[in-house]
């Protein structure tokens, strides 16, 4: 879907696993459409991430794979072909069900231009259910060997989402959340994303217990960045966070036009000049 070289391709998606192994962790203001990835890599940050989340808002539908794949693949090739940064996609659960449906996402996120890939084991949020473990291990075995087949070396961000829902015990949410992710490393994914835990003993002792690079949300009061940093995580996202500001502002502004007929938001705005050199420095 997009002029990327094969060869391109290939140094971005090492440097975006090099990222998840510095010294620093890697940053990721999850973004929705080439206009915020614009901002984000003129901001500096060294990689692009979008979140299925953010890209569904933007696309006037609710989060949960109610994109068809293909309005994904192409919100991802639009970013991709905007920025010259590594890009990875934000693909869910991959869908499908089967090895084969996910093996196919991954065949499809490469064609897009993108370089690393969110997968998770998530069924569905209203039951709190996820993949069996030995069907979950299948799919990122198959999103390895469709990237392995592509020539390209994807960065596999393997999501469980354990954490959610009241059925397991907080011991049995950590245990299994561990069991997980180190199974995913084992059968090829880069690094383990654990959703949902926000109490840090917890996150300092799942980034002992994971033989990988983790992945924490950060967002609320007590789970910032550098604490989560401090804590030890390499991959620290925003998910859905940047477009819930964003669009609060928007909802904000809405409002006080409607209601108090003022445009007082205007004066937090960015200057049209000041946008117009921000996006033609970045063509």
């Known amino acids: 879907m997009t002029n990327t070289s094969k060869?391109?391709?290939?140094?971005?998606?090492?440097?975006?696993?090099?990222?998840?192994?510095?010294?620093?962790?890697?940053?990721?203001?999850?973004?929705?459409?080439?206009?915020?990835a614009?901002?984000?890599?003129?901001?500096?940050?060294?990689?692009?991430?979008?979140?299925?989340?953010?890209?569904?808002?933007?696309?006037?539908r609710p989060d949960g794979e109610k994109l068809a794949r293909r309005e994904m693949l192409e919100a991802v090739s639009r970013i991709a072909t905007r920025v010259q940064l590594p890009v990875t996609a934000d693909m869910e659960s991959g869908y499908g069900?089967?090895?084969?449906?996910?093996?196919?996402?991954?065949?499809?996120?490469?064609e897009a231009g993108a370089v690393g890939i969110n997968l998770e084991d998530g069924?569905?949020?209203?039951?709190?259910?996820?993949?069996?473990?030995?069907?979950a291990i299948e799919r990122i075995a198959a999103a390895r060997a469709a990237a392995k087949a592509a020539g390209i070396p994807l960065v596999i961000n393997a999501r469980t989402d354990v954490y959610f829902g009241e059925q397991r015990s907080v011991?049995?949410?950590?245990?299994?959340?561990?069991?997980?992710?180190?199974?995913?490393?084992?059968a090829g994914a880069d690094c383990a994303f654990v959703i949902a835990v926000s109490d840090t003993a917890a996150i300092a002792e799942l980034v002992r217990?994971?033989?990988?690079?983790?992945?924490?949300?950060?967002?609320?009061?007590?789970?910032?960045?550098?604490?989560?940093?401090?804590?030890?995580?390499?991959?620290?996202?925003?998910?859905?966070?940047l477009a819930r500001h964003v669009l609060g502002g928007f909802k904000a502004a809405l409002e006080e036009i409607r209601d108090d007929g003022t445009t007082g938001f205007l004066?937090?705005?960015?200057?049209?000049?000041?946008?117009?050199?921000?996006?033609?420095?970045?063509?």
């Open 7 to 36: 060869k391109d391709q290939i140094k971005k998606a090492n440097l975006l696993r090099d990222l998840h192994h510095g010294d620093a962790p890697l940053v990721l203001p999850n973004i929705w459409d080439p206009g915020s």
């Open 38 to 60: 614009v901002f984000v890599a003129n901001a500096g940050f060294p990689a692009i991430a979008t979140a299925s989340a953010s890209v569904a808002w933007a696309l006037g």
């Open 97 to 110: 069900t089967t090895p084969a449906d996910v093996a196919e996402t991954v065949t499809k996120t490469l």
């Open 123 to 135: 069924i569905s949020y209203a039951t709190d259910t996820v993949f069996e473990m030995s069907a």
């Open 171 to 186: 011991t049995e949410k950590f245990d299994e959340a561990v069991a997980r992710a180190n199974a995913y490393l084992s």
């Open 209 to 241: 217990e994971i033989h990988g690079p983790v992945n924490i949300i950060a967002g609320s009061p007590t789970l910032d960045i550098n604490t989560l940093a401090r804590l030890g995580v390499k991959r620290i996202s925003l998910a859905g966070g």
């Open 267 to 283: 004066g937090e705005g960015l200057a049209h000049p000041e946008l117009n050199r921000l996006y033609g420095d970045s063509d």
